[in-house]
């Protein structure tokens, strides 16, 4: 009986040393909402008129969209980038980050630059043009 729980305490012992295999196999789950895809088959004037809307519903102002495209993903948004220029000749670049969920956070490139998020540039323009949205 004592040989029995010897080799017992010693196969425990020797089983709490081994670590767990991981497998490289795990596959990264990518929640995408219609909304985020359909951004990237807007034209200029609807895209601008997309992004507009998310900046004054975020609580900001936007007098003129003069360029915006996709800057890329972070995590699971898809960033995008607006200039607005308004009546006192300044511009302002807003970036708007789409969710999963539908949702759009807006917020300041100068904060964004400054913060450790992706900077805001733009990798991909729409077709058309601006005009005057």
Same mark, same amino acid.
């Given at each position: 009986m004592k040989l029995l729980i010897t080799a017992a305490c010693a196969l425990a012992l020797v089983a709490c040393g081994e670590e767990p295999q991981q497998t490289s196999n795990a596959q990264a789950i990518k929640v995408r909402s219609q909304e985020q895809n359909q951004l990237h088959q807007l034209d200029a004037m609807n895209l601008a008129i997309g992004l507009k809307r998310a900046i004054y519903d975020a609580g900001y102002t936007c007098k003129r969209v003069t360029d915006a495209g996709f800057v890329g993903e972070w995590k699971n948004l898809d960033m995008w980038v607006a200039r607005c220029a308004y009546d006192d000749k300044s511009t302002r670049d807003w970036a708007i980050f789409a969710g999963p969920d539908g949702?759009?956070?807006?917020?300041?490139?100068?904060?964004? !630059?400054?913060?450790?998020? #992706? *900077?805001? !540039?733009?990798?991909?323009? #729409? *077709?058309?043009?601006?005009?005057?949205?």
């Open positions: 949702s759009a956070q807006v917020r300041d490139c100068k904060d964004v !630059d400054a913060s450790g998020l #992706p *900077k805001c !540039d733009i990798k991909k323009r #729409p *077709k058309g043009t601006f005009g005057s949205i």
